[in-house]
């Protein structure tokens, strides 16, 4: 497998040539290639001797704005901070040059896997099912496509309602390449019945229960060879909690009213939006089986956290309301309300939405404002209603009584909106910039600013 990287330096020559790391990256089997900062051009290296904000930003810009996978190639020792800094602002992994016997090997292992990755991140497979660029989905997105390529351990994906969490299990047993030739079974625990004893997980035999007149197959045996799928895993009742961590250490079961032993053999998946940690500490969740379905530990994000995603989530959405008509345009307006709207119930909310709006759209012109439903429609200020009313004026009349001149009038209630607007987005910042109509670096710059007077009005006043 041939793997094109680019390579970025800000090291020094007479510390690490870059000819010398060029020679070691070919002969582990990579070629390196310049770096276009304008477009994706996949994984890339970055040779440095310090750690710097230029640097830093640099490598957050890369991350962020094209989501691509970085490895930094240290060419002496960092300090520990330095390290979670570089991993903070973006970076995959950091080497350390000096401390390697074969950079080139090493080096070429992790590129070839993070670019098998990426491949098959860009395949419709994956694409048509699971869809974003953001750089959160984007890092979810390869912990599910690793997990599911390169280990059969059970995996916990976490999230709220509506993140994708059933999706990012389908998708797991289609890529495991050991699991998908067989069944992928989906249990969900909320419909479990304690006095049954687990008849949905263990199965029965006749005559086991009042109303058992056959005997069954539970979740156990029909996954055999499979992958099985608990979904709301923090569900499960404590008795069958025991229960299903037997399972996973011994591979066998009894069905209910059964001393027979059966083997099953199952990738388990597990999806829960509750926190295990905390119900765990609760004692509604046992420890021991925490730990054994966290070996992969998966967090999809909410949809507000992958704002960038959601105009593409959008037309994903309108093709699948109308595969076989012409694709529709999104008015500008529409796309300012899909992007300013909240979602409780997050990208399955996104898409109810969308279904409805389709279902009042006719025609092959631009999906517009009056697709929307009435009672999805935000609430707007009435034409002429003055938002500075008296409460506003008497404010300002105490301020100016109090000796406030202008600039810390407009300072105050500049503050105000910028607080007020955040608080109201739950502290996304990218939302509040929306609201106030500025950047989310405008609203950091300012709000440094009000920091820094602060502290030193503070520092005289000593």
């Known amino acids: 497998m041939t793997v094109h990287a680019w390579v970025h330096t800000f090291c020094p020559e007479k510390v690490l040539p870059k000819d010398a790391v060029v020679t070691c990256l070919k002969r582990g089997g990579i070629t390196p290639i310049k770096l276009d900062t304008n477009k994706q051009q996949g994984p890339g290296i970055v040779i440095l001797d310090q750690v710097n904000s230029d640097i830093?930003?640099?490598?957050?810009?890369?991350?962020?704005?094209?989501?691509?996978?970085?490895?930094?190639?240290a060419a002496n020792g960092l300090s520990d901070d330095h390290t979670w800094q570089l991993l903070e602002a973006g970076a995959s992994d950091v080497l350390s040059w000096p401390t390697l016997k074969n950079p080139g090997s090493v080096i070429a292992a992790r590129l070839k896997?993070?670019?098998?990755?990426?491949?098959?991140?860009?395949?419709?497979?994956v694409r048509n099912n699971l869809v974003g660029k953001s750089q959160t989905w984007m890092a979810a997105l390869r912990r599910i496509v690793e997990a599911a390529l390169f280990t059969d351990a059970p995996v916990l994906l976490m999230g709220e309602t509506g993140t994708g969490k059933e999706l990012a299990a389908r998708l797991i047993h289609s890529l495991d390449?050991?699991?998908?030739?067989?069944?992928?079974?989906?249990?969900?625990?909320?419909?479990i019945v304690p006095d049954l004893s687990g008849s949905e997980l263990f199965g029965h035999e006749r005559g086991a229960f009042t109303g058992a007149v056959s005997a069954r197959d539970g979740a156990f045996a029909l996954a055999d060879g499979g992958t099985l799928f608990l979904d709301e895993v923090g569900e499960l009742p404590p008795g069958l909690q025991v229960q299903l961590l037997r399972v996973l250490q011994e591979h066998t079961y009894k069905r209910v009213g059964s001393n027979t032993w059966r083997k099953s053999d199952f990738r388990l998946l597990c999806a829960t939006n509750r926190d295990l940690r905390v119900e765990e500490s609760k004692s509604r969740f046992r420890r021991d089986l925490y730990y054994r379905l966290a070996n992969w530990s998966i967090r999809l994000p909410p949809?507000?956290?992958?704002?960038?995603?959601?105009?593409?989530?959008?037309?994903?959405?309108?093709?699948?309301?109308?595969?076989?008509?012409?694709?529709?345009?999104?008015d500008d307006k529409v796309k300012a309300y899909f992007l300013t709207r909240k979602y409780p119930g997050n990208?399955?909310?996104?898409?109810?939405?969308?279904?409805?709006?389709?279902?009042s759209h006719v025609g092959p012109g631009p999906i517009t404002v009056g697709d929307i439903p009435v009672d999805e429609r935000p609430e707007v200020t009435p034409a002429g209603e003055n938002w500075c009313d008296n409460g506003t004026e008497q404010a300002i009349r105490r301020a100016i009584a109090a000796g406030q001149g202008l600039q810390d009038v407009r300072r105050s209630v500049e503050e105000t909106a910028i607080?007020?607007?955040?608080?109201?987005?739950?502290?996304?910042?990218?939302?509040?910039?929306?609201?106030?109509?500025?950047?989310?670096?405008?609203?950091?710059?300012?709000?440094?600013q009000y920091r820094k007077k602060d502290k030193a009005i503070v520092n005289n006043g000593r």
């Open 56 to 73: 830093r930003e640099f490598i957050r810009t890369l991350s962020l704005g094209k989501s691509q996978r970085i490895l930094i190639m």
């Open 113 to 125: 896997r993070w670019q098998e990755i990426d491949d098959l991140i860009r395949s419709p497979l």
């Open 177 to 191: 390449k050991q699991r998908n030739k067989h069944e992928l079974v989906i249990l969900d625990c909320t419909t």
């Open 303 to 330: 949809l507000r956290k992958r704002l960038d995603d959601i105009i593409p989530l959008v037309q994903h959405f309108v093709r699948q309301a109308n595969p076989d008509g012409e694709p529709h345009e999104l």
């Open 347 to 359: 990208v399955r909310d996104l898409q109810n939405l969308v279904s409805r709006i389709m279902a």
């Open 419 to 448: 607080r007020v607007a955040i608080e109201d987005e739950d502290g996304d910042l990218h939302r509040a910039a929306s609201r106030l109509g500025v950047t989310v670096r405008t609203i950091q710059n300012r709000r440094a």
